[in-house]
């Protein structure tokens, strides 16, 4: 195809653009995969769990990317999703119901409602409006699980026993959980890929590059953002299911603004609108974390001075930097 | 009965009326040209045409069927199609991605989530048709933000074609393209004409006099004038308020 | 059970004025910088912290009042200068990233110079105790002058907004960016003040309720997104909205928890009646905020969505 001089701004969904961002995701997947045998090598068991809690994010990451990279919607309420998941879990687990497919439909039904009604109330705005309406609504979800008095309110609520997949009790074992995350996150990598690059994905990022033009070819933006919107709180649901398992404990802290924003960053530092750059993101956003973590007790401090300076130093933004790294190797 | 059917439309801004009982068809196959001096309302007359902006009070009428209230995306499908005189394509898109995604608009849904959209023949082969009526082909794979000015001009016509309307609206399609390129311009577009009803505003009056069927005069937000361009020539009225005007500015 | 509204009524109005204190500096931000600014809560905290310092320094809460002003007027610049400048000409997700930096910059730079234990404010003793209000009815003194000293703030800043020169660019600002800029104003300076104005609000509400709160590293936070519903409400821009706004969230919120429950007992039996109310009473802000907004998408004095 002939490339002409490609700008550093958006790109679109195309086969040729995306295979070396594929590849990079495959060889991601595969280190990911190689992370158990390495680890009970090392015979540091408490290490799976971090990582699982990071593939779980990068599930997360990579939805949020589907509306802030493709569709340009900024939304700061996206842990409420990850709340609802986290609490599917506890909730119809305390009725019997333990199967983790049977959870995740419970919170994918709960967040598509909770995305459609908030959805087209914050849609119908623009810009700032939108990003404080999705915080204020995701703040709305966080103080209902605080008032849940029944599973700990505020103090959260401890999970008896993780969810059972197919009536069998293999999640228990922490590298079983480590792959069965794996695999969602494999699974719904390549079904965010495929909706990027269908008719679907095509409309949602044209929205992106110029709404006026969209609707003057015979588009209405709303139901296309709205559809991309719900898809991508349910996928966050689901994070939030493998979340609650990795951690056997749900509490409001998964949904409190800070983890949104976090979500945000996690997506900014890997590269918005590239799937695996939230992914990768999400690695080192947590990795970061960790290690600033065992350093000081104040690593939020330094984490608040990397992303200032980031943003300040960096000519056009964080986004605009993202964009030249990727039109420098993208050339 | 005229495939376009504008009926005593009226705008104000404030105390600014834009658009004053305006009344003019578009008769199948026609091209009518709309001129005007700058700030007589053409933009503004466009806007309401095609769905940007409600008027106050009129009816527009689109195969007998009243739109007045229709949003601009289900124009689009009625068959209405417009272009832009401050271009509006998608920068970061391939020229034929920017097509293909017009007949996208009219061709099946666009809730598929699966199949990938880049190898669906039906859209990239009428896409390049489109491309090809505008004189864009040979750029198919160009980013639309490399476009030149003039290349910019025919994508957005080809995006409009792509929708397949029945009517075209057309806002200064020539604006800042000189030379061979609007020569160019205006053989494509009269090598368009009886596909498609055209209402064309333009500010080049050499082209809108060899290719419009009848021109209509606006002068502050009113027609002042309506014929075939003999006619609007040989208008004393016409001469004074506009093309008296034009001609001081060629001298 | 009138005793008991009016008590709660008073209640609302006083989280009312303090909303609007934070609430005007972030419209006018939001509207005629057009910057998203998660920071401002932080700066309500600051001003808490600022007071119980220097009160326990000079040992006079007034003196720590007046000392808190000045320290204010620093912060807002500061802020102002270093990072919110280099900010306006920055795409939302920009400013989201970086004023969400600042709010972990800002908790724990209180952490490591205050401590994690909350602060506590002495009352002044002048205005302390309780006044009769009507029959058995008791309100605090220091509640009525945070009323008052919050209205006597709206009023002043009506004046300014209203009618001077810097309040006519204010208003054309907020509703007309370009405008102000084609009127040969040095947009500079007329930012950093405006960024500064709105910070010393917010440092001063801080300051005002330090003495009935605990003062702690998480009191930025829930003010924070309060306030954006205000904004919200009010209409970006807006200081008549962010006043109303202010009021009608605070006076929903703390008359909802109260008689959310009760009104909720007639319909259902009391034990449901008592979760239902507890569940729904933090919502309701936000179920308003919805209401509102479906209905005037820009809020109910906004001119843009």
């Not at chain 1, 593939?55 to 990579?62: D, G, P, T």
């Not at chain 1, 924003?261 to 890997?270: A, K, Q, R, S």
């Not at chain 2, 003039?150 to 792509?162: K, Q, V």
């Given at each position: 195809?002939?490339?002409?001089?490609a700008?550093?701004?958006a790109?679109p969904?195309?086969?040729?653009?995306?295979?070396?961002?594929?590849?990079?995701?495959?060889?991601?997947?595969?280190?990911?995969?190689?992370?158990?045998?390495?680890?009970?090598?090392?015979?540091?068991?408490f290490l799976?769990?971090?990582?699982?809690?990071?593939?779980?994010?990068?599930?997360?990451?990579?939805?949020l990317?589907?509306?802030?990279?493709?569709?340009?919607?900024?939304?700061?309420?996206?842990?409420?999703?990850?709340?609802?998941?986290?609490?599917a879990?506890?909730?119809?687990?305390?009725?019997?119901?333990?199967?983790?497919?049977?959870?995740?439909?419970?919170?994918?039904?709960?967040?598509?409602?909770?995305?459609?009604?908030?959805?087209?109330?914050?849609?119908?705005?623009?810009?700032?409006?939108f990003?404080?309406?999705?915080?204020?609504?995701?703040?709305?979800?966080?103080?209902?699980?605080?008032?849940?008095?029944?599973?700990?309110?505020?103090?959260?609520?401890?999970?008896?026993?993780r969810?059972?997949?197919?009536?069998?009790?293999?999640?228990?074992?922490?590298?079983?959980?480590?792959?069965?995350?794996?695999?969602?996150?494999?699974?719904?990598?390549?079904?965010?890929?495929?909706?990027?690059?269908?008719?679907?994905?095509?409309?949602?990022?044209?929205?992106?590059?110029?709404?006026?033009?969209?609707?003057?070819?015979?588009?209405?933006?709303?139901?296309?953002?709205?559809?991309?919107?719900?898809?991508?709180?349910?996928?966050?649901?689901?994070?939030?299911?493998?979340?609650?398992?990795?951690?056997?404990?749900?509490?409001?802290?998964?949904?409190?603004?800070?983890?949104?924003?976090?979500?945000?960053?996690?997506?900014?530092?890997?590269?918005?609108?590239?799937?695996?750059?939230?992914?990768g993101?999400?690695?080192?956003?947590?990795?970061?974390?960790?290690?600033?973590?065992?350093?000081?007790?104040?690593?939020?401090?330094?984490?608040?001075?990397?992303?200032?300076?980031?943003?300040?130093?960096?000519p056009?933004?964080?986004?605009?930097?993202?964009?030249?790294?990727?039109?420098?190797?993208?050339? | 009965?005229?495939?376009?059917?504008?009926?005593?439309?009226?705008k104000?801004?404030?105390?600014?009326?834009?658009?004053?009982?305006?009344?003019?068809?578009?008769?199948?196959?026609?091209i009518?040209?709309?001129?005007?001096?700058?700030?007589?309302?053409?933009?503004?007359?466009?806007?309401?045409i095609?769905?940007?902006?409600?008027?106050?009070?009129?009816?527009?009428?689109?195969?007998?069927?009243?739109?007045?209230?229709?949003s601009?995306?289900?124009?689009?499908?009625?068959?209405?199609?417009?272009?832009?005189?401050?271009?509006?394509?998608?920068?970061?898109?391939?020229?034929?991605?920017?097509?293909?995604?017009?007949?996208?608009?009219?061709?099946?849904?666009?809730?598929?989530?699966?199949?990938?959209?880049?190898?669906?023949?039906?859209?990239?082969?009428?896409?390049?048709?489109?491309l090809?009526?505008?004189?864009?082909?040979?750029?198919?794979?160009?980013?639309?933000?490399?476009?030149?000015?003039?290349?910019?001009?025919?994508?957005?016509?080809?995006?409009?074609?792509?929708?397949?309307?029945?009517?075209?609206?057309?806002?200064?399609?020539?604006?800042?393209?000189?030379?061979?390129?609007?020569?160019?311009?205006?053989?494509?577009?009269?090598?368009?004409?009886?596909?498609?009803?055209?209402?064309?505003?333009?500010?080049?009056?050499?082209?809108?006099?060899?290719?419009?069927?009848?021109?209509?005069?606006?002068?502050?937000?009113?027609?002042?004038a309506?014929?075939?361009?003999?006619?609007?020539?040989?208008?004393?009225?016409?001469?004074?308020?506009?093309?008296?005007?034009?001609?001081?500015?060629?001298? | 059970?009138?005793?008991?509204?009016v008590?709660?009524?008073?209640?609302?109005?006083?989280?009312?004025?303090?909303?609007?204190?934070?609430?005007?500096?972030?419209?006018?931000?939001?509207?005629?910088?057009?910057?998203?600014?998660?920071?401002h809560?932080?700066?309500?905290?600051?001003?808490?912290?600022?007071?119980?310092?220097?009160?326990?320094?000079?040992?006079?809460?007034?003196?720590?009042?007046?000392?808190?002003?000045?320290?204010?007027?620093?912060?807002?610049?500061?802020?102002?200068?270093?990072?919110?400048?280099?900010?306006?000409?920055?795409?939302h997700?920009?400013?989201?990233?970086?004023?969400?930096?600042?709010?972990?910059?800002?908790?724990?730079?209180?952490?490591?110079?205050?401590?994690?234990?909350?602060?506590?404010?002495?009352?002044?003793?002048?205005l302390?105790g309780?006044?009769?209000?009507?029959?058995?009815?008791?309100?605090?003194?220091?509640?009525?002058?945070?009323?008052?000293?919050?209205?006597?703030?709206?009023?002043?800043?009506?004046?300014?907004?209203?009618?001077?020169r810097?309040?006519?660019?204010?208003?054309?600002?907020?509703t007309?960016?370009m405008?102000?800029?084609?009127?040969?104003?040095?947009?500079?300076?007329?930012?950093?003040?405006?960024?500064?104005?709105?910070?010393?609000?917010?440092?001063?509400?801080?300051?005002?309720?330090?003495?009935?709160?605990?003062?702690?590293t998480?009191?930025?936070?829930?003010?924070?997104?309060?306030?954006?519903?205000?904004?919200?409400?009010?209409?970006?821009?807006?200081?008549?909205?962010?006043?109303?706004?202010?009021l009608?969230?605070?006076i929903?919120?703390?008359?909802?928890?109260?008689?959310g429950?009760?009104?909720?007992?007639?319909?259902?039996?009391?034990?449901?009646?008592?979760?239902?109310?507890?569940?729904?009473?933090?919502?309701?802000?936000?179920?308003?905020?919805?209401?509102?907004?479906?209905?005037?998408?820009?809020?109910?004095?906004?001119?843009?969505?």
């Amino acid at each position: 195809m002939a490339e002409t001089t490609a700008p550093a701004a958006a790109r679109p969904a195309r086969a040729a653009a995306l295979a070396p961002r594929v590849k990079a995701a495959l060889v991601l997947f595969v280190l990911f995969a190689l992370v158990p045998p390495v680890v009970i090598a090392l015979d540091d068991p408490f290490l799976i769990l971090i990582a699982t809690r990071i593939l779980a994010y990068a599930i997360a990451a990579m939805a949020l990317d589907l509306i802030l990279g493709y569709g340009a919607m900024v939304s700061f309420g996206h842990a409420a999703y990850l709340g609802f998941g986290t609490y599917a879990v506890a909730i119809l687990s305390s009725y019997g119901v333990s199967d983790l497919l049977l959870q995740m439909l419970g919170a994918i039904l709960v967040s598509a409602l909770f995305a459609l009604v908030t959805g087209a109330i914050s849609l119908r705005t623009r810009g700032v409006y939108f990003i404080m309406i999705t915080l204020a609504f995701g703040q709305m979800a966080f103080f209902f699980f605080i008032s849940l008095s029944a599973y700990g309110g505020d103090d959260g609520y401890g999970l008896s026993q993780r969810s059972t997949l197919f009536g069998s009790r293999v999640l228990e074992n922490d590298v079983t959980l480590y792959y069965v995350t794996l695999a969602v996150l494999v699974g719904l990598f390549a079904l965010c890929h495929r909706i990027v690059g269908s008719r679907f994905g095509r409309v949602l990022t044209g929205i992106r590059e110029n709404p006026v033009r969209m609707e003057a070819i015979g588009f209405s933006p709303f139901r296309y953002q709205l559809t991309a919107f719900v898809i991508s709180g349910c996928m966050t649901s689901v994070a939030g299911v493998l979340l609650a398992n990795q951690a056997e404990f749900v509490s409001p802290a998964f949904m409190s603004w800070h983890r949104s924003g976090e979500l945000i960053v996690m997506v900014v530092l890997g590269g918005i609108g590239t799937l695996t750059g939230a992914i990768g993101g999400a690695v080192a956003a947590l990795l970061l974390e960790e290690v600033l973590g065992m350093m000081t007790e104040h690593w939020r401090l330094w984490f608040g001075v990397f992303l200032v300076l980031m943003v300040l130093f960096s000519p056009r933004g964080i986004t605009g930097l993202v964009a030249q790294l990727r039109g420098r190797d993208g050339a | 009965m005229s495939r376009l059917e504008i009926d005593h439309l009226d705008k104000s801004f404030g105390a600014l009326r834009v658009t004053e009982d305006v009344s003019l068809t578009a008769e199948p196959g026609e091209i009518h040209a709309i001129i005007g001096p700058n700030g007589a309302g053409k933009t503004t007359l466009i806007a309401q045409i095609s769905g940007q902006l409600r008027p106050d009070s009129g009816a527009i009428r689109l195969d007998g069927r009243d739109i007045t209230r229709t949003s601009m995306p289900e124009r689009v499908h009625l068959g209405l199609a417009r272009s832009f005189q401050i271009t509006q394509t998608l920068p970061g898109f391939t020229v034929l991605e920017n097509a293909a995604l017009a007949v996208q608009a009219r061709h099946g849904s666009s809730f598929r989530f699966w199949a990938p959209v880049a190898s669906e023949a039906a859209l990239n082969d009428a896409a390049m048709r489109a491309l090809d009526a505008a004189g864009l082909a040979d750029r198919a794979g160009a980013r639309a933000s490399a476009l030149s000015h003039g290349e910019h001009r025919r994508l957005e016509l080809a995006c409009a074609l792509a929708t397949e309307p029945g009517v075209l609206l057309l806002d200064e399609p020539l604006a800042g393209v000189g030379g061979e390129d609007a020569d160019a311009f205006v053989a494509a577009l009269r090598a368009m004409k009886g596909r498609f009803t055209m209402l064309l505003i333009e500010h080049d009056m050499d082209a809108v006099f060899r290719l419009a069927d009848r021109v209509s005069v606006l002068v502050y937000g009113r027609i002042i004038a309506t014929g075939t361009p003999a006619e609007i020539r040989a208008d004393a009225q016409v001469r004074a308020a506009y093309l008296g005007e034009e001609e001081e500015d060629a001298a | 059970m009138a005793n008991l509204f009016v008590l709660q009524l008073l209640n609302g109005v006083q989280l009312g004025v303090l909303l609007f204190l934070i609430a005007a500096g972030l419209t006018l931000v939001f509207g005629i910088m057009d910057v998203v600014n998660l920071a401002h809560g932080v700066l309500y905290m600051v001003g808490a912290y600022f007071v119980a310092t220097f009160a326990a320094l000079t040992g006079s809460f007034w003196w720590g009042l007046l000392l808190m002003l000045p320290a204010a007027v620093a912060v807002g610049l500061i802020l102002e200068v270093v990072v919110i400048r280099r900010l306006y000409a920055r795409s939302h997700l920009d400013q989201v990233l970086a004023t969400f930096g600042l709010v972990m910059i800002a908790n724990e730079t209180v952490k490591i110079v205050w401590g994690v234990s909350p602060l506590s404010v002495p009352m002044p003793e002048i205005l302390s105790g309780s006044v009769p209000l009507m029959g058995p009815l008791q309100y605090p003194v220091y509640r009525i002058a945070i009323i008052i000293a919050g209205l006597a703030v709206a009023g002043g800043l009506y004046l300014v907004i209203n009618h001077t020169r810097i309040g006519m660019l204010l208003r054309a600002g907020a509703t007309n960016r370009m405008m102000v800029s084609a009127l040969g104003i040095d947009i500079g300076k007329l930012f950093a003040m405006v960024f500064t104005l709105g910070a010393v609000l917010a440092c001063f509400a801080g300051a005002l309720v330090a003495p009935i709160l605990s003062v702690d590293t998480g009191m930025g936070e829930s003010v924070l997104i309060l306030t954006f519903v205000v904004v919200v409400i009010g209409g970006i821009g807006s200081i008549k909205g962010a006043f109303l706004g202010a009021l009608l969230v605070a006076i929903v919120d703390t008359l909802g928890g109260v008689f959310g429950p009760i009104l909720l007992r007639e319909v259902l039996d009391p034990s449901a009646a008592g979760q239902a109310g507890r569940m729904l009473a933090p919502m309701l802000v936000y179920i308003l905020m919805a209401a509102i907004l479906f209905a005037r998408p820009a809020g109910l004095f906004g001119g843009r969505a």
